[in-house]
């Protein structure tokens, strides 16, 4: 049995155990849930699908997938009413900025995006001015995010957070500096930048 393979609904994806009885197989299925099958039930078409084939008691049905209640397929949708839907509050801020959705189905969607999608990250562009789309869109975690907004200060190209992280700077003494000293951005971290680490703030 070979990567690629196709048995029913079910295409292996990798070997993944050997256990006394049976060789293990990932595979993945045509509504792009995955499971854990034995080789003996695939050949002999014991197991034809994940569950789906269950869930509907083998009964065609005009579904294309069943991600409805998933999380992937909630944060498209909510892609979509961001861009959409001017009962959305944070419509405005997409529609009037000109920012589109591109896909316009959520099989498309999740076709470009399922490989690096992980329940921990969160759909993010990476130009905060462009559309959501295959080549400005990515998975990432919230501190990824948060240095990704719009009205996030940057010096030298880079976020106020980076900048602390690379001169050592922790954020209780980078704004004492910056709100209570009222010292510039640039001296702040020049200053940073002669004094020896057991020297500065903490």
Sequence with gaps: ????????????????????TSRMF?????CWNKAEVSINNLRQLR???CWCLVAV???KTNKTHWLNWSRIHSIFYNML??????????FNHYWWRGIKCL???????HEDMKDTYSDNLQIDRIDVNWNYCKENC??????????N???????????????????????????YMRYTKKMPLEDIFLSYATIPIWQRFT
């Excluded at 990932?26 to 045509?30: A, F, S, T």
């Excluded at 009413?81 to 944070?90: L, M």
């Excluded at 990515?138 to 240095?147: G, P, Y």
């Design 1 to 20: 049995m070979n990567v690629g393979e196709k048995y029913s609904k079910l295409t292996i994806l990798k070997e993944v155990a050997n256990t006394h």
């Design 26 to 30: 990932l595979c993945e299925c045509e």
């Design 47 to 49: 197991t034809k699908s």
């Design 57 to 59: 008691g083998n009964i």
């Design 81 to 90: 009413a961001r861009c959409n839907n001017p009962k959305s509050n944070r």
């Design 103 to 109: 896909w316009n189905k959520f099989e498309d969607f």
């Design 138 to 147: 990515r998975w990432a975690d919230s501190t990824t995010q948060a240095r």
């Design 149 to 175: 907004k719009r009205n996030n200060v940057l010096y030298k190209w880079k976020t106020l957070a980076e900048m602390r992280e690379q001169y050592n700077i922790s954020k209780w003494a980078f704004d």
